[in-house]
């Protein structure tokens, strides 16, 4: 088949979930022998973002198209899903599959125009703290196109799926991201740069947004007597008061140490050697780092809404959304009780690796991409 995927900022990168998985998707599908043509967006750009492409290029067997942006955060999204809509219905593709809710607001016209579409949203991106009323108001669109237009949509979680058949009584198809198995590596990069060594640290690793509940992670982390730092690590996104914020919280204690986007051999070593890595989020999709973080066998502390807690489920630890006085109970308790970190470490990787594979999640995906073509 000759497929589109439009929605992320850019392959290769981390800077988001999105990425992952839609470079996951395209380079697996290839592989398959699939001709598959992925949506760049082009301009502001991760510093250090590795292999920037240029428009015409290739990238492990993928076709890249680079669409121009605005400029103006809050245009950038809706000017580059406009443009690589325009330009993905005169390229004949078997299949146009539209990821996350804002870029799925142009998604009607491929169907107007007869050509099959699928959807995956990866988060109900309109309950996000960071976006304001426009922004809001063109994801809900965009929500409203995936669930009437799409002709498959795909959701992440069981959450999300009764989101969709509660608000638009629209049926979706669960297919959760997946994780690949890592290298396991010592801490010596971390080392020499951060001052940080095995088990001596609690890992954030997240987008630095509001909805990812950071700040929830460091007043209760601030309220606790321990030696072991509290280390976050993350990129922001349209979160530039909040960050600054989070600054000016992490600068009252000289154990938080914030390292901003990190990538590579760094990143392995991070998750390698965590103690403990916590996830206190409001709103999720389908967190990534949270099955990377099991993958790399570390002990995972998560909010108990569904979409983390349906990832760790026995296999880690939850504590009450939103509830400081809860997290601050079970980090004293898992900081106190290294028995039971030791315990979840033991079980995490083996049972998430069994749970959340990439090849079934292509499988799955190629096969919703056949019946919509079926359809025809």
């Not at 497929?3 to 470079?23: D, F, L, Q, T, Y």
């Not at 237009?149 to 959701?155: G, K, N």
């Not at 993350?234 to 989070?246: A, E, F, L, P």
Request: aromatic residues 8%; glycine residues 8%; charged residues 25%.
């Amino acid at each position: 088949m000759k497929i589109a995927m439009i929605g992320h900022k850019r392959i290769p990168s981390r800077e988001g979930g999105v990425e992952i998985v839609v470079e996951e998707l395209a380079t697996k599908m290839v592989q398959e022998g699939h001709d598959v043509y992925v949506y760049n967006r082009a301009g502001h750009h991760v510093s250090g973002a590795e292999n920037d492409v240029k428009i015409g290029k290739m990238y492990r067997g993928v076709h890249i198209i680079t669409i121009p942006t605005s400029a103006k955060k809050s245009l950038n999204a809706t000017v580059y899903s406009i443009l690589a809509t325009l330009h993905a219905v005169f390229h004949h593709y078997d299949v146009i599959h539209y990821h996350a809710s804002g870029s799925c607001a142009m998604l009607w016209l491929p169907h107007l125009l007869g050509i099959h579409t699928v959807a995956t949203i990866h988060g109900i991106d309109s309950q996000r703290a960071k976006w304001g009323g426009f922004a809001t108001k063109y994801l809900e669109f965009g929500e409203k196109c995936a669930a009437k237009y799409a002709d498959e949509l795909i959701v992440l979680s069981e959450g999300n799926k009764q989101y969709f058949k509660d608000t638009y009584g629209r049926e979706a198809t669960l297919i959760p991201n997946g994780v690949a198995k890592p290298e396991i590596l010592e801490a010596n990069i971390i080392t020499e740069k951060f001052g940080l060594e095995k088990d001596e640290y609690i890992l954030f690793l997240a987008r630095i947004v509001p909805e990812k509940g950071l700040h929830y992670l460091i007043k209760a982390y601030k309220q606790i007597h321990t030696d072991k730092k509290l280390v976050i690590v993350g990129g922001t996104s349209h979160s530039d008061d909040y960050v600054s914020k989070i600054k000016r919280a992490a600068r009252e204690d000289d154990r938080i140490m914030l390292l901003g986007f990190q990538q590579g051999k760094v990143l392995e070593e991070l998750y390698s050697n965590a103690y403990l890595y916590v996830l206190p989020s409001d709103v999720e999709g389908m967190p990534i780092s949270l099955l990377e973080a099991m993958s790399y066998g570390n002990c995972c502390l998560v909010s108990d809404i569904n979409e983390t807690a349906g990832v760790v489920r026995d296999k880690g630890i939850t504590f009450k959304q939103g509830d400081v006085e809860d997290l601050k109970e079970k980090l004293t308790q898992l900081l106190d009780d290294k028995l039971e970190v030791h315990e979840f470490k033991n079980q995490a990787a083996d049972y998430v690796l069994k749970r959340y594979n990439w090849d079934d999640v292509v499988a799955r995906t190629i096969k919703l991409y056949s019946g919509a073509l079926n359809t025809l």
